[in-house]
C-alpha cells in the first residue's frame, strides 16, 4: 500500500512538472510570437513609412521642377515677344532645349494678354500623340502658334519637327477657338501675382493640346504681358509610382490635398 502511495506521489510530481513545462513552453512560445509578431510589424511599418516618404519626396520633387521651370521662364524677356510661327520665335530654341532636357515635362507655352500663343509640345514618342495631331513619321516635337495676321485674322500654325528642329510639315487653320485667357492656368496665374503671389500648381485637369489629365506650373511675366505654362502629364507620375517598390502585396498612390487620386 505504501509503495501503491509512493509510486502515485511520484507520477504526481512528474505530472506537475510535465505540466509546468508544458505552460513554461507554452508561454514562452506565446511570447515568442507576440514578440516577434509586434516587431514584424513595427518593421514593416517602418518601411511603408520610409517607402511613403521616399515616392512623396520624388513626386513632390517632380512637381517642383515644374513650378522651377515655370519661374525661370517667367522672366526671360525675349519669350514674350510678339507671336510668329513656332520656329521664326526667338523662345522655341529654349522651349525645345528644357523639353528635352527634362523629360516628365510634356509641354511649355506662352499665353499673352491680347489671345496670342505659342507652345511646344515633345511628343515622347508616344503614338497616341502623334496620331492625335496626325503628324508626320519622325516627328519629335510639335510646335503651336496663334496670332493675328494680316487684317485682324486669327490664324493657328501647326509645325511638326525632328529632333534638330527640322520642319517635316506644316499647316495653318483659321479663327481657332482656343484662346489661352479662358484658361486656369492662365487666370491663377494673373489672380495669385495680383494678390502678391508668383508661380502656381493647378489642379489636375485634362490639357486641351494632349488630352491627357495632368497639373500646369504657371507664372505671370514681370511685364504683365503675358504667363508662362508648364505641363506635366499625370501619366509620367502614374510610371514613377508604378516603378516603386512597397512591397510584394503593396503599391502607391499619389493623393492631392482634397484626397482626390491622381
Not at 512623396?56 to 521642377?65: D, G, H, I, T
Not at 483659321?174 to 500648381?201: C, F, K, M
Request: hydrophobic share 40%.
Amino acid at each position: 500500500m505504501a509503495e501503491r502511495r509512493s509510486i502515485h506521489f511520484h507520477i504526481s510530481i512528474l505530472t506537475t512538472v510535465l505540466l509546468s513545462i508544458a505552460v513554461i513552453t507554452g508561454a514562452t512560445v506565446l511570447t515568442v510570437i507576440v514578440v516577434s509578431r509586434q516587431a514584424v510589424e513595427e518593421t514593416a511599418d517602418q518601411l511603408f513609412t520610409a517607402a511613403t516618404e521616399l515616392v512623396q519626396e520624388r513626386a513632390q520633387s517632380r512637381l517642383a521642377v515644374a513650378r522651377d521651370l515655370a519661374t525661370t521662364g517667367a522672366v526671360i524677356g525675349d519669350l514674350t515677344e510678339p507671336v510668329t510661327a513656332p520656329t521664326a520665335h526667338p523662345a522655341t530654341p529654349y522651349l525645345q532645349e528644357t523639353l528635352a532636357t527634362f523629360d516628365e515635362i510634356c509641354s511649355l507655352y506662352i499665353g499673352h494678354d491680347n489671345g496670342d500663343f505659342l507652345q511646344v509640345i515633345h511628343t515622347r514618342g508616344d503614338d497616341r500623340i502623334v496620331d492625335q495631331y496626325d503628324a508626320p513619321t519622325g516627328t519629335v516635337f510639335i510646335g503651336r502658334s496663334i496670332g493675328t495676321v494680316g487684317d485682324d485674322a486669327r490664324v493657328q500654325t501647326w509645325q511638326f519637327l525632328d529632333g534638330e528642329g527640322e520642319i517635316l510639315a506644316e499647316r495653318t487653320e483659321e479663327s481657332p477657338e482656343y484662346d489661352p485667357r479662358q484658361h486656369p492656368w492662365y487666370r491663377s496665374a494673373i489672380a495669385n501675382s495680383d494678390a502678391g503671389a508668383h508661380t502656381v500648381l493647378s489642379n489636375p485637369y485634362t490639357f486641351d493640346s494632349l488630352k491627357q489629365p495632368g497639373v500646369t506650373a504657371s507664372r505671370r511675366f514681370p511685364t504683365g504681358s503675358a504667363v508662362f505654362g508648364v505641363d506635366l502629364t499625370l501619366a509620367s507620375l502614374a510610371t514613377f509610382v508604378r516603378t516603386q517598390e512597397i512591397s510584394t502585396n503593396g503599391g502607391a498612390i499619389i493623393v492631392d490635398g482634397r484626397r482626390h487620386v491622381l
